[in-house]
Every structure is written in C-alpha cells, then in structure tokens.
C-alpha cells in the first residue's frame, strides 16, 4: 500500500488537501447500506407480530362455539368417529386426521373441534410466514392478506386453510415451472377438494410459456381476450349454469355433501356481498395497472381465477365465491407492488388504518 492511499485510508486530512479529494467521498465507518436492507425486515417483523398477537388475543377473549361453520365442523368430526368411511384414506384424508386427532386427544367430538380452531390460529401464523416471507414480499403484504381473509382463515376454515396456503405455495412454484407445484396441489386437495379449483388458473400459469406470443406473460392481448370470454361465459351460461352444477355435485357420492354451497338465488346475494365482488373485481384491476416485472407472470393465473370467482358467484351463491377467493387472492396480495400502488410515506398511516377497520369488518361476518 502507497503512502498516498495509506493516508487517504486512515483518515490524514493532509493527505486530502494534497490529493484534492473532497471529504464526502470517504464513508463513515456506519454501514449505511447494511442498515437500509435490514429497515423493511424490521417492518414485516414488526407486522408479523402484531399479527400474532392479534390471532392470541382474539383466541382468547372469543368463544370459539361462536364462529361460523363451528357446528357443521362437530357434526363433520361426530360423523367420522360414529360413521366412518369404508377407508380412513376416504378422500380429504389430511383434514380427516387432523380433526380425528384433536378427537382422540379430547375424547369429545366439540371439544376436539374446539382445539382444532385453536390449533388453526398456529397453523394460520406459520403458514403466513411461508407465503409472504420476509425479503420476497413487503411488510404491506403480510398486513392487508390478514385484514381481508385472516378473520376467516385464522378462526373458521379449519380444513380448508392448510389447502389455502398450500395453494400459494404450488403457485409460487408454478410461476417458475417446478412439477412439485402439482404434488403441493394434490396435497392441497386432500385438506379440502376445493383446492382444484385452481388447479385450471396453475395449469395455464405453468403452461404459460407454450401459449401464443401475445398471450404470454400477461400481454394485453391475453386480459383482452379473457375479459371477452368472460363475457361470454356470462351471457351464454350463467342462466342455466345453476342448477347443472348443483346437480353434478349431488350426483358424485364423494363431493354431494358440497351441494350446500351450491344454492342459487338472487335472494341470498346481500349487499355486503356485492361489495365484497366490487372490491375484489377493484383489486384485480389495480393488480393488472400497477404491475412489474415479478407480479406479470402472475397475470394469466389471476384473471382466471377471477372468471372462476365471478361465475361461481353468479351462478352458485357468493358464500361459495368467498370460499374460492383465498386461493388467488394471497398469491396476488404478496406479488403487488405496494409501494406503487401509494402505501408510501404519510399513507402507510392511512393503509395501516383502513387495514384495521377491513379487520374488523370481516371479522364480524365470522363471529356472533
């Protein structure tokens, strides 16, 4: 080492007059750069544990009896010990164990009801960490995919959340053309069958490399076209799709317990249910505005999903919709640049707040 760089290197201020270097070119000995990296991970982390003790707290001052779809869950587990099925392999054979365990460990079909609500709240935690992990998505991310489906993931769907997230996992994987995508799926599907839902929206985004040119990668030619068929779908079908579905479903002996969420009339869609379409239709609109390189291949995945949402919507009932809506609605939510869409600066207050009273908002619909 020369003595001129010696001198530049352990601070000589003679040294910079000599070689005319101005002062704020050397660094201060603080990491400037290290500290800027670790800033958003101090952010989600501090999301994730709010979401956390939330989940904890609401636990334990709620009465887990009052959530919905408590007492088809004890007559679902009461039917499992008292009525089994000719194979304990029958069909969703992950969520049957699951809720025969808590059985076992209880010795009571409502009290082993009760613990498997409690054991979701844990299942629901770590399963947000994985889909929305730190340094892949933004801390937004994390608390907006909690306000709009976490009262209903963390509290309710007891065989239906591990799917959920098992969904996301298997799009992720999807986007990047791994075959384990379809072994995450088929596992998906053993929690709860509607999971193959969106096995067609994860067969075009992993097919997505073979289709025409304009349709690949979320051109605009593909929303274009997908909004057309959409369209057509609605004017062509939805009138009689009703009650064809509502049939199929009763007429295959393993899915005809499903025919519940198969009931059509115009008389059942409540106005929160029309805002609740309203949003999400909003939602997959600034998805497809403020999009970037990463959230673009998820385009094709999306727009399908949300045909399959309308139309179940339409032509079933929107309880049905909403179920389906967490499929596709977590993958979006951890690929949209939030920064982009305005959660910056004086408006992360405003987000935080809005996510708060959405909380809230669902929360109600799940509790009484």
């Not at 009571?108 to 498997?116: E, F, Q, R």
């Not at 098992?166 to 791994?178: C, D, E, F, I, S």
């Not at 509607?194 to 997505?208: E, G, N, T, V």
């Amino acid at each position: 080492m020369s003595r001129e760089i010696a001198d530049l290197t352990f601070g000589n201020n003679d040294a910079l007059l000599d070689h005319d270097v101005e002062p704020k070119m050397i660094r201060p000995p603080t990491n400037l750069a290290s500290f800027k990296r670790k800033a958003p991970n101090f952010a989600y982390w501090l999301a994730y544990t709010i979401i956390a003790a939330t989940v904890l707290v609401v636990n334990l001052t709620t009465d887990a009896l009052r959530y919905a779809d408590m007492d088809t869950y004890i007559y679902y587990l009461n039917s499992l010990v008292y009525f089994p099925p000719d194979s304990l392999m029958y069909f969703e054979v992950f969520s049957n164990i699951y809720l025969l365990a808590s059985y076992w460990f209880m010795q009571s079909d409502v009290y082993g009801v009760v613990l498997a609500h409690y054991v979701l709240g844990f299942i629901f935690v770590l399963g947000l960490r994985f889909v929305i992990p730190p340094g892949k998505a933004s801390w937004a991310a994390l608390l907006f995919t909690f306000a709009l489906v976490g009262p209903l993931l963390a509290f309710v769907t007891i065989r239906a959340t591990p799917a959920y997230f098992l969904v996301a996992v298997a799009t992720q994987l999807a986007m990047n053309r791994r075959w384990t995508s379809w072994v995450i799926l088929s596992a998906a599907a053993m929690f709860h069958i509607s999971a193959l839902l969106a096995a067609i929206p994860m067969a075009i985004l992993y097919f997505d490399h073979v289709l025409p040119e304009p349709l690949r990668d979320g051109g605009s030619r593909k929303i274009s076209v997908s909004i057309i068929l959409a369209i057509a779908v609605f004017g062509a079908v939805i009138p009689t799709l009703s009650v064809n579905i509502t049939d199929l479903i009763q007429s295959i002996p393993v899915i005809s317990k499903y025919s519940a969420y198969a009931i059509s009339g115009s008389s059942e869609t409540k106005i929160e249910h029309l805002i609740f379409f309203g949003f999400v239709a909003s939602l997959t609109v600034l998805f497809m505005i403020a999009q970037t390189t990463q959230s673009k291949k998820l385009t094709s995945y999306v727009i399908a999903s949300f045909v399959i949402y309308a139309v179940i919507f339409f032509s079933t009932s929107p309880v049905a919709a909403y179920r389906q809506a967490p499929f596709w609605l977590i993958s979006l939510i951890a690929v949209l640049p939030w920064a982009r869409v305005g959660v910056k600066g004086p408006t992360v207050y405003v987000f935080v707040m809005i996510c708060a009273g959405m909380f809230a908002f669902q929360f109600q619909g799940v509790y009484s």
